[in-house]
């Protein structure tokens, strides 16, 4: 019962790091005081760093991209975002399509910095595994706990790809994709099985 526990409690802190990262941008009530200086409005949020098993469990979506493209937003309310064009090299988990959107909480351009600490930020061509959560209310997709969804992906001369990021140092992307898909499962099995009893 103890594990049952121990593990709602880490899918329950991190649905609501994802409701809240992939909201952030869309908020009805007003935005949270940020902190200002020198033009930049700098928002923290704090996202805890959750088993892998458990971050691949909530993701709606866990995928192998490149950044095609990207399209800033700035809303009447809320707090400006950054829409990134993805293209799905392939998928672990959800998406059949051949891109997708994610949006980032935050804006850099010539007339002003809105900073969301800890929310990711990608350049052009690079190539990523994204660990995504799409809202149910509206259809937006964001990355699941901002940075701690992201994993970077490093191409050798020789093409070989190896991944970093919150549990993985420089590992083979289809070894890392193996043991994620391998912990989803076991998760999903645990659960499952405590649900019986």
Do not use: C
Not at 38 to 58: E, H, K, M
Not at 112 to 126: S, T, W
Not at 140 to 163: F, I, K, M, N, W
């Amino acid at each position: 019962m103890k594990t049952k526990t121990s593990l709602l409690l880490a899918l329950g802190a991190l649905s609501a790091a994802a409701a809240a990262a992939n909201a952030f941008h869309s908020i009805a009530t007003p935005a949270p005081t940020p902190s200002t200086r020198d033009g930049i409005q700098r928002f923290y949020v704090n996202t805890p760093s959750i088993p892998l098993d458990a971050t691949a469990y909530i993701a709606t979506e866990v995928v192998h991209g490149r950044i095609e493209g990207m399209r800033e937003v700035i809303p009447d309310r809320g707090i400006a975002h950054t829409v990134y064009t993805v293209r799905v090299l392939q998928a672990l988990k959800g998406t059949t399509k051949s891109t997708i959107d994610v949006s980032v909480a935050g804006v850099v351009n010539a007339d002003f910095v809105v900073d969301v600490v800890g929310a990711p930020r990608f350049v052009q061509n690079e190539e990523v595994v994204l660990f995504l959560w799409t809202s149910p209310v509206d259809g937006e997709t964001g990355v699941l706990g901002l940075q701690r969804g992201v994993y970077r992906v490093e191409v050798a001369a020789d093409q070989s790809r190896h991944v970093t990021g919150d549990h993985a140092l420089h590992e083979e992307l289809n070894q890392f994709f193996a043991r994620t898909g391998a912990a989803w499962v076991r998760l999903q099995e645990r659960l499952e099985a405590q649900e019986g009893k």
